[in-house]
């Protein structure tokens, strides 16, 4: 019997796919889809994007407008105002010093001075601030001190020749150079010389010529630069005297060596001693030089100090076969012109002259090198200084005060009478007859009271004022020279008004301060003030003006003698807008009688009782160092 299978029943699709499926349709998808995404990544590349630059901004232009200030109602101009006057300042010889007492010890032996440190304007025997365009360029080397102006960590013993000679002659073999040098301080100061002459005088007016109180006057080099021409054509050599050294040097040629010090350093002949002295020491002379005509050449001095003390450079000329009269005995040289780049003027001869022997040298003729004909042109005697104008901006024309004049009333009627005084708000007159008057002064037209108010000024007390301070001098701790004693110096006054009268009117005070010679009789125009002031309740009715200050020096003469300045005397004057005196005070009354030449009168300078410029004295000769060897140095 056949058994029959059960057919199978289709199966079903149903809802949904089964989950492995499912699954795997999945998976499939994503792949392609990252597939896809990677493909389009890949192929398709980002634009960049171009810059544009943005439109212009239109910007609104502003109108500028002046600034405005405000000032406040209560603000009051101030009650003086200040006269600039052009005068000729002090040269750094030409010192000051007032009355000293107890200065007898310690002041024997030695030479010393000091000077005010120079502005600009001033001139010394090492030169001044300002160049004429022909002149020879200075500055000075400390060779105790490092570029930067701070001492060595090991720096040189004060005595130490050997050393700061060694450093010279460094100098020297590198050609003058300031780079065999440029590890020592130079001073940012330079001052401008048409001479090189400064006869015996103390070591410590070089640093001061250059500005440089704080350098000790010793281990110090001093370089001068410049042009060496004569017009016509000239055959000269220079003779010199250097304490401690000096050397000239012309195209880069050594031509004169003081004494022949460093003479194994340079290439040339040895400089030669001569028969009789300049200054204290021996007179050596160079080999004989010719310059072309108009052909300039290069010109440079070096001069220094080793351990400070007495010092001087001293350069004169002598002219190919030309002969010069003898110095006044006992002087035993011949009076040779110094060396110059133009014609001295009157300041500078007083340098020379303060300094420097009568009769020792010639500074006022002789060869001229530059490059015009200086003929005609001389400095033989003193001239006076520019005119100082006082200026009164603020005076106005009126009548001075006379004995009779006419005066006008508010109802147009005249009188002529002389003015007595004002007493009890009454003008009293006196007429030609004697007659007196009083007059109100509510009568008086404005211009007449005016006048009145000017002839009736504040009364007023003025007091002249010393104003001093003790002023250190370096010097060398080793040295045995004497130490002068030093100080500064300025007058002063002060204006006090004696009553409360109200006077409305600018007035202008004159002050002069004298100094006397020590070893002279002339005088010494040390300071010169000029200025308007009024007296207001602001300013307490007072004005005080304080003048220059300057060092001032006693010393002592190397031969002996004991020089510088002191304080003499003084004089106060004030005038009204007139210009006419109110009041006075006076030390002396000779004073007064050459006021007007006082006041155009070069500040610094000498004169007479007559108020006449004379030259400073000169010093007294001495043969002090004469017996030293040719070549002691």
């Not at 003729?365 to 001239?383: H, I, L, Q």
């Not at 007595?420 to 009293?428: I, T, W, Y």
Request: hydrophobic share 35%; charged share 25%.
């Amino acid at each position: 019997m056949r058994i029959k299978k059960k057919a199978r029943k289709p199966q079903r699709v149903v809802k949904g796919m089964p989950s492995a499926v499912l699954l795997s349709i999945v998976v499939h998808a994503a792949l392609f889809l990252l597939a896809g995404m990677l493909v389009v990544f890949t192929v398709v590349k980002k634009e960049e994007k171009k810059f544009e630059p943005p439109k212009a901004v239109d910007r609104p232009k502003m109108k500028l407008k002046k600034p405005k200030v405000k000032i406040k109602k209560t603000s009051k101009p101030k009650p003086t105002t200040r006269i600039v006057t052009k005068m000729n300042r002090a040269s750094m010889p030409d010192i000051q010093l007032p009355e000293m007492s107890g200065m007898g010890e310690g002041l024997g032996g030695g030479i010393g001075g000091f000077d005010m440190m120079p502005d600009l304007g001033e001139v010394t025997v090492f030169g001044s601030g300002q160049s004429i365009g022909n002149d020879l360029e200075g500055v000075i080397y400390d060779f105790k001190r490092r570029r930067n102006g701070k001492k060595f960590s090991v720096s040189m013993a004060p005595d130490d020749r050997d050393s700061f000679r060694g450093y010279v002659e460094k100098y020297i073999r590198s050609g003058w150079k300031a780079s065999s040098i440029a590890r020592f301080y130079r001073s940012p100061k330079k001052l401008y010389t048409p001479a090189i002459m400064v006869p015996p005088t103390e070591s410590a007016f070089g640093p001061w010529a250059f500005g440089e109180p704080e350098m000790y006057p010793y281990q110090y080099m001093i370089h001068y630069k410049g042009q060496l021409v004569h017009p016509d054509g000239i055959k000269f050599r220079f003779v010199v005297m250097g304490d401690n050294f000096l050397l000239i040097r012309v195209n880069n040629q050594v031509v004169l060596d003081y004494k022949n010090q460093f003479a194994h350093a340079w290439d040339g002949k040895e400089s030669k001693p001569l028969s009789y002295h300049l200054g204290h020491w021996w007179a050596y002379a160079g080999e004989w030089i010719e310059l072309e005509p108009g052909v300039p050449q290069e010109m440079e001095v070096i001069l220094g100090e080793y351990s400070g003390g007495l010092f001087a450079a001293m350069v004169a000329v002598e002219v190919y076969g030309e002969e010069y009269p003898s110095a006044p005995s006992p002087q035993d040289n011949p009076v040779l012109p110094i060396f110059k780049t133009s014609v001295l003027t009157a300041d500078q001869v007083d340098n020379v002259h303060e300094y420097m022997w009568e009769g020792h040298l010639d500074y006022a003729s002789g060869p001229v090198f530059c490059d015009y004909d200086p003929a005609g042109k001389t400095a033989d005697a003193p001239v006076p200084g520019s005119t100082v104008e006082p200026g009164d901006a603020e005076t106005l024309p009126v009548d001075s005060e006379s004995a009779l004049r006419t005066w006008t009333l508010n109802a147009g009627k005249t009188v002529e009478a002389e003015y007595v005084n004002l007493f009890g708000g009454k003008v009293v007159l006196k007429g030609a007859r004697g007659k007196v008057a009083k007059v109100p002064l509510t009568e008086f037209s404005p211009e007449d009271l005016y006048l009145i108010e000017l002839l009736n000024p504040p009364e007023l007390r003025m007091d002249f004022k010393k104003h001093t301070s003790n002023f250190k001098v370096l010097s060398n701790p080793t040295s045995t020279m004497p130490i002068p004693f030093a100080q500064t110096f300025a007058g002063g006054v002060v204006v006090r008004q004696q009553n409360m009268k109200n006077y409305p009117h600018p007035l202008r005070l004159e002050m002069y301060v004298i100094l006397a010679e020590y070893d002279g009789d002339n005088f010494i125009l040390f300071d010169r003030q000029v200025d308007t002031f009024r007296l207001t309740p602001e300013n307490e009715r007072r004005f005080e003006v304080v003048g220059n200050k300057s060092i001032l020096r006693r010393y002592e003469y190397y031969g002996g003698a004991v020089r510088g300045e002191k304080y003499k005397g003084y004089m106060i004057l004030v005038y009204d807008e007139r210009g006419e005196i109110v009041a006075q005070n006076l030390s002396h009354d000779w004073l007064f009688d050459i006021r007007d030449k006082l006041l155009v009168f070069p500040v610094g300078r000498h004169f007479n009782k007559q108020g006449e410029r004379v030259f400073p004295p000169s010093p007294p000769f001495s043969d002090h160092f004469w017996s030293m060897g040719t070549h002691d140095w």
